[in-house]
């Protein structure tokens, strides 16, 4: 991840600066200290550029003297922005970078008269913008005939210059906390599946212990035991043995019933018995984005020291083909006591999901509960990857988590839970059915989810079409993006914290 170190205002010497200013004043005050130094390049770079400071706007001036690699101009536009427009300037500065292939630390960001605040948000577009997963490649041209292709250097360090360092160190600490907690959740998503099944998933949870987390693990016979008759019933093809993992952060005030995060963790989903077309498939690892952003959500959470009582449960299984497998038309016993057919063992998230959810209301009795879940393709068919479908059984949870989306550009679009769809569900030789058919396939899942709970004021979010994606988006490279993370983290302050 990228490393951020705020400094002095001086400005540095030498390396690649990044000059970032309000369009107002931009070609005025900002640029002037360094005009000097390169001979007034930077004003006539801007002037011939048609560069006016516009938010997001970038230009680069490569080796304008006073031994610069390089200057890139970055405008913030009009003075007053929210910090969201901050760190959509941060995302436009770290693209710059990666464009002109910079890498290493001697970077530098001169944004005076920035607020420590606006400086923090600044930063947080630009590690967010600037992660990469290169846990697998190796150094170019090792153990080959010819090297590889080659790939951009790595941007490691930025130097940010301020008049009011300590300042921005102390609003940069939670948003820090923030960013550490979303690259953790994108690390988790794109880990290939024979890398992360079940009992590693729980190893790298067990790591999140070191911030202050309360970590307890359900093996195979604990769940047993509990009546995971659902969750089981997915995992019984594999054979990685399946996990339960309770995340508890106890930062509020004693006795304080919680909040809860639930997460569907299927590392790997063939599809089962129901198997999965062979075009696309290995795609499946990030089946278990829902779990990943849960304990990215705690790492944020934990690493804030948020004012808050708050609870993270994931269930981990394999859905995997084998003599063992789960067959459609079995019927399982959830720990609610409640029966389900299973009629397509490739609809086996929600059955996850049933035993979990009804095992965290019962046992924590939380405030609310928030499942995240890739449940259904039928909602990337509905909205696309630019937002993630909503159901709720509680209206005020609904608003606080659609407004919240929409301050951290993790959008969401909420959808109907009409009584009607339940009729769909209905078995003929059990209480319910897996699967409702093709029309409001994302609503019945979430229908479906909705028997588990029992009154308490819980929202279901179906990311699959927003967990990863095919191309960069304003905050993610292509792949994983972290969804999920600074929705939950920024619900909770603003909402539920302290």
């Known amino acids: 991840m990228l490393d951020i170190v705020f400094s002095d205002a001086a400005v540095p010497p030498s390396g690649t600066l990044v000059l970032a200013s309000f369009a107002s004043d931009g070609n005025i005050r900002l640029i002037k200290g360094v005009d000097e130094a390169t001979g007034k390049v930077l004003a006539r770079a801007a002037q011939a550029a048609s560069f006016h400071f516009e938010r997001g706007e970038t230009c680069v001036v490569l080796a304008p003297g006073a031994d610069y690699d390089r200057v890139i101009l970055l405008g913030l536009g009009a003075a007053g922005g929210e910090d969201a427009e901050m760190e959509r300037a941060g995302v436009a500065a770290a693209r710059a970078l990666a464009a002109e292939k910079v890498g290493g630390a001697d970077v530098h960001v001169v944004a005076d008269p920035l607020s420590p605040g606006a400086l923090g948000a600044l930063a947080l577009g630009m590690v967010l913008a600037s992660y990469r997963f290169d846990s697998y490649r190796t150094a170019p041209g090792a153990g080959q005939n010819r090297p590889r292709p080659a790939v951009a250097p790595t941007l490691t360090g930025v130097s940010v210059h301020t008049a009011q360092p300590d300042a921005a160190r102390a609003y940069w600490a939670p948003l820090l906390a923030v960013a550490r907690g979303v690259c953790l959740c994108r690390d988790l998503v794109s880990e290939p599946a024979n890398m992360l099944r079940p009992p590693q998933f729980e190893q790298r949870i067990l790591t999140l212990r070191d911030l202050g987390v309360d970590i307890e693990v359900l093996d195979r016979d604990a769940m047993h035991k509990l009546g995971f008759g659902a969750l089981l019933g997915v995992a019984q093809g594999s054979d990685a043995p399946p996990r339960t993992v309770i995340m508890r952060w106890n930062g509020g005030t004693q006795g304080e019933a919680p909040v809860a995060f639930v997460g569907k963790g299927v590392t790997f989903d063939s599809g089962g018995i129901s198997i999965k077309p062979a075009g696309g498939m290995e795609e499946m690892k990030t089946d278990m984005a829902g779990a990943a952003a849960v304990v990215g959500t705690m790492a944020a959470l934990a690493g804030r020291k948020a004012k808050v009582n708050a609870v993270g449960v994931v269930g981990l299984v394999e859905n995997m083909l084998s003599g063992n ?10 720990a609610s006591g409640q029966t389900v057919e299973v009629l397509n063992t490739d609809a086996e998230g929600r059955l996850v999901l049933a035993d979990v959810l009804w095992y965290t209301q019962d046992r924590f009795r939380p405030r609310f509960m928030v499942n995240l879940a890739t449940l259904t393709g039928a909602i990337v068919v509905s909205l696309g990857i630019e937002r993630a479908g909503l159901f709720s059984n509680n209206d005020e949870l609904a608003g606080n988590l659609s407004r919240t989306g929409e301050a951290t550009g993790e959008k969401l679009w909420r959808m109907p839970l009409d009584s009607c769809y339940l009729d769909l569900l209905r078995s003929d030789i059990a209480d319910f059915k897996n699967i409702g058919g093709r029309p409001g396939g994302s609503i019945t899942a979430a229908k479906f989810l909705e ?14 079409g927003t967990a990863s994606t095919p191309r960069s988006t304003p905050y993610a490279p292509k792949g994983a993006t972290g969804f999920g993370v600074r929705l939950l983290d920024r619900l909770v302050g603003t909402y539920y914290e302290g």
Do not use: E, S, Y
């Open 325 to 334: 497998a789960q067959r459609p038309g079995d019927v399982v016993r959830t």
């Open 451 to 464: 028997c588990f709970v029992a009154g308490v004021p819980w929202a279901h979010l179906d990311i699959a």
